[in-house]
Structure formats: C-alpha cells, structure tokens
C-alpha cells in the first residue's frame, strides 16, 4: 500500500470530511477519538491540532474510517476489504473457480474500470456485463461475476478517498452527531420523528441510548412505533401532562381512544410505582386499552407488583 504525507490537522478534516460525506453524520475530533481503539494508529494523529507533517500508510487511513463507519452503523462489517481481493484468497486454493475468476475481472477492467480510471458506479451497464460473462464463461462464472460486483460495489462505498463519491445513502446534507446528545430539536430530515442516521448510530451503540437527549428519546419510541404500521402523536415534549406517545391500530382514526398510552423515561432511576400508577390514571382518562412505560432503566419491585396485584395493562 501507498504512503500519504500530510499534515497531523489535515488528516483529521480529511476523515471528518469524508466520515461527513459518506456516513450522513459530522463527527468532531472528540467523536473520532471515541469511535477509535486506543491502540488505533491514528489516534495519535487525530488528537493533534499541529501543522506538522507526518507519512501515514494509507491502508491505516482506510481501516481506521472502516472502523468508524461500522461503529456510527452504516456498514455491518468493520473491515469491507477490497472486493477482487477478497475473492482472490477465496478462489486460492479453488483453481477451477480462480481461473473463471480471473477471466470475469480481466474483462471488467478492460470493459470498464480503464486501469482503476472509472468506479464501478460510473455507468457501468451491469446487465451487459453480466450477459456476456454468462455467454462467454457459463454459468459458475456468472455467479463469481454477481459476487465479484457486489464486492466492489461494498468496498467503494466504505472507501474515504473522494475519487470514490459512491456512498450507501445519498444524504442531501450530514447532521452533527452531538445533536443526538444535546439537542432538543427533532428536525428528521430522513424519518418521521428521528432521523435515520441517528437510529443506525444506536442500533450499532445501544449503550449510547442512556445518553442521548430526553427528547430524542421520545422521538425514538415515536419512530418505532410508526415503523411498525401504528398511527402516531409524539407529545409536545414539555407540558404534555405525562402522555409522551399516543398510538392507534393502521385501522383507526386519531380522532379514536388510541390503544396505547407510552410513557418515555430515558433515567438511570428505577420506574417505581407512582409512575405506574399515574400513567394508569391517562390510560383510564384516555380510554386507552394499555399503556406502555419506555425506559432505559428497569421497574422497580413495588411497580411490578403494583401492576400484577391491580391487573393494570402496563408493560
């Protein structure tokens, strides 16, 4: 692999820029730094604002953003690899399936990479080339070809460097990542309630949800309930007398009694009984058929045994 020289600053921009571009989500130093091993080779480099110039191998730059990519939730792997290598050591030891192998990548690059020229995303007639190899080489070849795009496809899309501008999503603008945290704005830009790039981070850092801000975690129970086919009102937040989500079954009107009552508690405190006993007052006052107490924390034993001894439907 190559050697890039920079400057320790330039480096971070150039990841945070890149991280930006590709994830949907503007990290800052500190983000990096939390997303990254201690032991990562370039933490060092990151946590330095210095104009000194430094050599870093360019495949440390590449795990180090694979590494990042993974832990904000865009990529289920934390390594992509570069796709004919990766089938290169598959095929090792396989002469039959190396051999179609290296016939299916020699006409990609002749067709349409032009020695590393074009991404695979620049044009590229997919179906076309998957006819010919289909004709040409049969079909076991066909199928190391399927493999082969979808490979490529993975690893340009999980690499930093910008000749390489194909990405997972096309986000129209990235979002700051500390507004998880600290902001009480529900601006979602991609989703209902909380925006999708959020929701990835915590699907991938669920220890994270204790965290984010009370508001958002709202937004999270709101969006949840609406992916899951329910009709929903997220609460105002403040002054919402207790009745932070409302939800009706697909089939009804939100002029209807809504089948659940939610209670939002994003607390380290245990849920005790008098919560359990007040959001059951909503649930009879609204008409509701439960009512549901979402929370990162637990129930303490009282509200269990509140809500088994009086029957109420609270979970």
Not at 142 to 171: G, M, N, Y
């Amino acid at each position: 692999m190559g050697t890039w020289i920079t400057t320790k600053n330039q480096c971070s921009s150039f990841l945070s820029d890149r991280i930006g571009y590709k994830s949907g989500l503007a990290l800052s130093k500190m983000d990096m730094l939390e997303l990254l091993d201690k032991k990562d080779p370039l933490v060092e480099t990151i946590s330095s604002d210095s104009e000194e110039l430094v050599r870093i191998k360019s495949d440390h730059i590449v795990d180090s953003f694979q590494i990042i990519f993974h832990r904000l939730g865009v990529t289920e792997k934390p390594f992509v690899g570069h796709g004919p290598t990766i089938l290169d050591i598959d095929y090792m030891n396989k002469p039959n399936e190396r051999a179609l192998f290296q016939r299916v990548l020699q006409y990609l690059g002749e067709t349409h990479f032009d020695q590393g020229k074009h991404s695979i995303f620049d044009d590229f007639d997919e179906d076309t080339y998957f006819k010919y190899v289909q004709s040409t080489f049969g079909d076991d070849a066909l199928k190391i070809a399927s493999k082969l795009i979808h490979l490529i496809k993975e690893s340009e899309e999980a690499s930093p460097w910008d000749w390489l501008r194909a990405r997972v999503v096309e986000w129209k603008s990235p979002i700051e990542l500390k507004s998880l945290f600290d902001s009480e704005s529900l601006s979602a830009m991609y989703g209902s309630f909380l925006d999708q790039r959020y929701i990835n981070f915590l699907a991938q850092n669920s220890d994270k949800i204790s965290t984010m801000h009370w508001r958002k975690f709202e937004a999270l129970t709101a969006e949840y309930y609406e992916s899951s086919g329910y009709k929903v009102e997220l609460g105002a937040g403040r002054n919402d007398g207790g009745v932070d989500v409302r939800v009706w079954s697909p089939e009804s009107t939100m002029e209807d009694a809504p089948v659940t009552i939610v209670q939002c508690k994003r607390t380290k405190a245990k849920i005790d009984k008098v919560l359990v006993k007040s959001l059951w007052a909503d649930v009879v006052y609204e008409n509701a058929k439960s009512g549901v107490i979402v929370t990162s924390s637990y129930f303490s034993p009282g509200a269990r045994e509140v809500c088994k001894a009086r029957k109420y439907p609270i979970r």
